[in-house]
Structures are given as C-alpha cells and as structure tokens.
C-alpha cells in the first residue's frame, strides 16, 4: 500500500514522525481521512481520537485535543496541544478534570471563560472515552 509521511506534534512532543498508510481524525463535519497522494489543503481538527495504520498494518490510536491539520505533497503535519495513548491516560486526573468544568459551567461566567470550560470538559470526556477503548 502507498504511504506518506505523517508527523503528529502536540505542545510537549513529537508524538510520532513516520510513514502511514491512512490517517483518520475527528473534524467539525465528522470523521475525515487522508491516504497517500492526497489533495493538498488544511483544515482545523476537533477534540477526539485520531487513529493511523503504519506499515506491517499496526493501528496506533490518540487522544488529542482541537488543532490543525495540513497536507501538501504527500507529507501531513497535525499540530495539536495535547496528544497521548489511551493506555497513558490517568483515568482520575481526567474524572478530576471533568468535574471541575462542570462546576466552572454552573457559575456566572464570561464568554471567553466559558469557552475555556466547555473545551475543558470536551478534553476530559474525550480521553474518558479514549481510556475505556
């Protein structure tokens, strides 16, 4: 199969610079996926799993946060803040989390600080999801 380099960057790491088969990743219009020679364009991503399939057919699957994605001549670049394994998440750190932006939701609060709690709580249900896969 044909494959094409894929770099996954998260503000603390490189997660993964390799080759790949396909990348699947979460959007606003739903589940999108890139394969090799691909379109060129960028998009943002949303908060959610990402999963790519490596040579030898090996599927490895992420946690990330919202980020950007871009093709161009058969090389992807995915910057996120955050990205992590689903067996690396700490499941009571992100029960922990996900209380917290419930509580922040539930006080007066302005735009920009609800904002910042409701991608909290997405986060935290996001790698709550991730973890029980």
Do not use: W
């Amino acid at each position: 199969m044909n494959t094409f380099s894929l770099k996954v960057i998260a503000c603390d790491k490189v997660f993964y610079d390799g080759e790949c088969e396909i990348l699947t990743f979460p959007s606003a219009d739903g589940e999108m996926a890139i394969m090799a020679n691909h379109e060129g364009f960028t998009t943002v991503t949303e908060i959610g799993e990402i999963r790519f399939r490596i040579p030898g057919g090996e599927y490895i699957k992420a946690i990330v946060s919202d980020g950007i994605l871009r093709v161009d001549k058969n090389e992807v670049e995915l910057i996120v803040y955050s990205a992590e394994k689903p067996e690396d998440i700490d499941t009571f750190r992100a029960h922990a989390a996900m209380e917290r932006a419930r509580e922040q939701l539930q006080q007066k609060q302005s735009i920009m600080e609800y904002h910042v709690s409701t991608a909290s709580l997405a986060r935290a249900m996001a790698r709550l999801r991730g973890a029980k896969k």
